[in-house]
């Protein structure tokens, strides 16, 4: 299914004729050097396509011929590849030895050669082939050290291309080598016996390794796969590696080349969600496809409302006069994937429509909705989100599987994740205090599981601001605690540490440990109080909540982790209702 949905989004992108895409045979590749060659195979020039400052410099994206699967052997790509292999020139290794190095790098160049030879074996009518064979063959490299490229060539063995001096493309995009692949690419390998292809269904010759997907955050930088067979224990009948599952080369280069152009840096159809790198697309242009990336990811320092305007556009494109995006029935799809040694791990995937997604999109954001302060933003990113259940508030500790399990919860309108509201409360407890996305991620857990949970309708559902018929023993005792907090704050203006530094641990779990204490401290903190009429609205909102709380049982001795998350909304429901102008 989603090889199928990959396979899909590539023959979308070519009928759109998208320039980013690489046709079959090819491959879109950052290529920082070129070395300029006349038509005698000399060099005439050493030019640098990095674009950039420092260490953020990249190269130029180029269409070249695809490369072929790197292993512990010699293996030369067809007329790009790293210096080492393009032009001989060995990468320091300084756990190595100099003369190996220097040795391995001749091997290199000769089957880098080699394999321009074996497409074009008798001497090249194409004056761009012959003079990369004149120049290579002759080994005399020395007019490249004259340019200030040369040292970081020598030091760094970046990727190296050629150009002849008289065209703009490059000597591997020229019409004799589109011709050898496209001949390549039609013929397959003749000794292998065509299959149904488990992706089309169609036969083709199946592929025994399949490309590596880069661009996975915490996979390997030399790229992972996603089919994958290389161990004995994973043969049936004798079938090496990729035969096991028969792939097609074209749906394998397909839903490679497609996953891989999603995931490249600045894609606007990826974002990091956790630990996991997500990919989206539709099976049509849609836009839910140009807005997705917006809504769910943190917004640039250079446009701090991107986020806001894209959840606005979900949610108002009828009032634009733009067709619902509720009732698109165009199928999209979700994907997120994880390291996982040298494979790449589906940690989840989402078969939907543009409408079902949108639907549940804005389901979450209404769930999430709560009371916030004037300068706060109004929808909180998913990684703002996930961020606040972390130790240090550092993403890498978020913990592992929630980010992918609360995804899919999103999109697909179902309970989120228990962890989510137990790594929320923890966070609230370990550091005393309820932060805006600690509540906005505990009232949206429990509305949901108020709404969803069939099976008892007596819970009234959190709202958005403070609910003074809400009779929950935690929603009341956490507006007790704001209370008490208030208290002592007005009576000790300035105060360093409150009640909340000391005791919302104890407060939110054990109840009747700390409210008898709690409650005697309130007579001397409201016993301070200047402002007698601030005294007396106190003692009052006090006495309307111990009312309730006496009507449920008074303190409980344990408050379960549902009625934990309620204690962690009432009390910041009731803060913010204190700094909330009230209106006459």
């Not at 490059?170 to 039609?186: N, Y």
């Not at 589906?346 to 078969?351: A, D, E």
């Not at 995804?407 to 966070?427: C, E, F, N, Q, V």
Request: hydrophobic share 35%; with cysteine.
């Amino acid at each position: 299914m989603i090889l199928q949905a990959l396979n899909g989004y590539y023959r979308r992108m070519a009928e759109e004729g998208n320039q980013d895409v690489a046709p079959e045979g090819f491959e879109q590749k950052e290529i920082p050097f070129l070395v300029v060659l006349n038509q005698q195979g000399e060099c005439v020039g050493l030019q640098d396509t990095r674009e950039g400052e420092g260490k953020k410099k990249t190269g130029r994206l180029f269409t070249v011929p695809k490369g072929v699967k790197k292993t512990s052997g010699i293996a030369a790509n067809f007329l790009w590849d790293t210096s080492n292999y393009a032009l001989g020139i060995p990468k320091p290794d300084p756990k190595k030895n100099p003369d190996q190095l220097a040795e391995k790098a001749k091997e290199q160049l000769k089957s880098f050669i080699d394999v321009i030879r074996v497409q074009f074996p008798e001497p090249p009518e194409d004056t761009g082939i012959q003079a990369v064979l004149t120049f290579l063959e002759r080994g005399d490299f020395t007019a490249l050290e004259s340019y200030s490229a040369w040292q970081e060539i020598s030091d760094t063995g970046p990727i190296v291309s050629f150009r002849y001096e008289s065209d703009t493309c490059l000597v591997c995009q020229r019409e004799s080598v589109k011709r050898v692949i496209t001949g390549d690419a039609k013929q397959g390998t003749p000794s292998v016996e065509a299959h149904p292809c488990l992706v089309t269904g169609d036969l083709d010759v199946p592929v025994r390794l399949h490309t590596a997907i880069k661009g996975v955050w915490g996979a390997q930088s030399s790229g992972a796969n996603i089919v994958s067979f290389n161990l004995e224990a994973f043969r049936s009948f004798g079938k090496e590696q990729g035969y096991n599952a028969p792939v097609g080369k074209r749906a394998e280069f397909a839903y490679t080349t497609a996953l891989n152009r999603m995931l490249l840096k600045g894609s606007r159809q990826r974002l990091q969600v956790g630990d996991c790198s997500t990919v989206f697309w539709a099976e049509r242009k849609s836009p839910l496809e140009d807005i997705f990336a917006d809504v769910f990811g943190e917004p640039s320092k250079e446009n701090p409302d991107q986020q806001n305007a894209a959840v606005l556009e979900l949610f108002k494109a009828p009032d634009a006069g733009a067709p619902p995006l509720d009732e698109d029935l165009t199928p999209f799809f979700v994907l997120g994937l994880a390291p996982n040694a040298a494979r790449i791990a589906v940690r989840f995937w989402y078969p939907g429509t543009v409408g079902e997604a949108a639907q549940h999109i804005k389901q979450h954001f209404g769930d999430c909705a709560i009371v916030h302060g004037p300068k706060q933003p109004p929808y909180l990113s998913l990684f703002r989100l996930l961020v606040s259940t972390a130790t240090q508030g550092k993403s890498e500790n978020i913990p592992p599987n929630l980010a992918g399990d609360f995804m899919k919860a999103i999109l697909t309108g179902g309970s989120y994740p228990r962890t989510l509201l137990a790594s929320a409360i923890r966070r609230c407890r370990a550091e005393q205090d309820v932060t805006y996305p600690r509540a906005a991620l505990i009232k949206a857990f429990l509305s949901r599981e108020s709404r969803l949970n069939v099976n008892n309708k007596t819970e009234k559902e959190v709202g958005m601001s403070l609910d003074t018929n809400n009779t929950n023993p935690g929603y009341l005792l956490g507006r007790l605690f704001a209370v008490l907090e208030k208290a002592q704050e007005s009576a000790s203006p300035g105060i360093n540490a409150t009640i909340r530094d000391r005791f919302y641990g104890a407060a939110s779990g054990t109840p009747v440990a700390v409210f008898p204490h709690l409650l005697k401290l309130k007579v001397h903190h409201i016993a301070k109080l200047e402002n007698r009429g601030q005294a007396v609205n106190l003692e009052k909102l006090i006495g309307e909540i111990m009312e309730k709380v006496v009507a449920e049982k008074a303190f409980p001795a344990h408050l379960s982790l549902h009625d934990q998350g309620c204690f962690a909304v009432g009390y910041y429901h009731q803060r913010q209702d204190f700094f909330t102008k009230k209106e006459q």
